[in-house]
């Protein structure tokens, strides 16, 4: 049961572009909502993470928009660079001490 | 640098052979994790361990064992490889298991079985 829907598998932007990925979740006990950036041959690592009493957050490029009843959570980065060309994967997780549970990921590509 | 440190980074073994995954981490982390990575399937959870002294099954377990040798090391075998195990493993440490805590990796150990 995949518990973290994310899309699309890959995504092409040029340079300056927006990027949008989207995450839907099932399980409503889920209160921490991180994403992973992830280099070819890297670790992920954090990069942004949101609780469900904000709609959104926002870090330099990066922002999560979160919609509680819709049970969904989208990553926007602003002004892409070719830089930003990575593996992104949503998450999930509640606080009864459990482990992330991972999306299947977004390879993200950015022309320039 | 602090952080998590896997070894091996590479590894090929033959059906059937044995191995285990080293993971430790310097930053006095309590929890601990190991995922595994292979193409569209994401980060898939294996084992974790939530404090020094516990252990719980992931989404993936089968075929794995793993040992919470101290609060550092983080340890994952395989007692008789398959190819379907061919995958890149992470393992990862956070402050405490539960929300709010990123994550760090460490820098994964690519494991072909042949």
């Known amino acids: 049961q995949q518990q973290v829907k994310q899309s699309p598998q890959s995504l092409i932007v040029q340079k300056g572009g927006i990027s949008i990925i989207n995450c839907a979740y099932e399980n409503t006990a889920f209160d921490y909502f991180p994403w992973y950036q992830q280099f070819p041959g890297k670790g992920p690592a954090l990069l942004i993470a949101?609780?469900?009493?904000?709609s959104e957050k926002k870090e330099g490029r990066f922002t999560i928009s979160f919609n509680k009843s819709a049970k969904q959570f989208s990553l926007h980065i602003m002004d892409s660079q070719p830089g930003d060309s990575a593996t992104y994967f949503c998450?999930?997780?509640?606080?009864?001490?459990?482990?992330?549970?991972f999306g299947k990921g977004t390879t993200l590509s950015v022309s320039s | 640098n602090a952080g998590v440190t896997q070894t091996p980074k590479f590894q090929v073994l033959k059906t059937g052979q044995s191995m285990t995954l080293q993971c430790a981490q310097d930053m006095n982390h309590n929890s601990m994790y190991w995922y595994r990575q292979d193409p569209g399937m994401g980060l898939r959870l294996i084992y974790y361990s939530a404090s020094e002294g516990t252990t719980d099954k992931g989404e993936v377990p089968n075929g794995y064992n793993v040992s919470r040798l101290n609060k550092r090391e983080f340890s994952l075998r395989l007692e008789s490889a398959a190819p379907s195990q061919t995958s890149v493993y992470f393992c990862?440490?956070?402050?405490?298991?539960?929300?709010?805590?990123?994550?760090?990796f460490g820098s994964g150990t690519r494991l072909t079985v042949v």
């Open positions: 990862a440490s956070s402050a405490t298991a539960g929300t709010a805590y990123g994550y760090t």
């Open positions: 998450a999930a997780s509640t606080q009864a001490g459990t482990a992330l549970i």
């Open positions: 949101i609780r469900p009493d904000v």
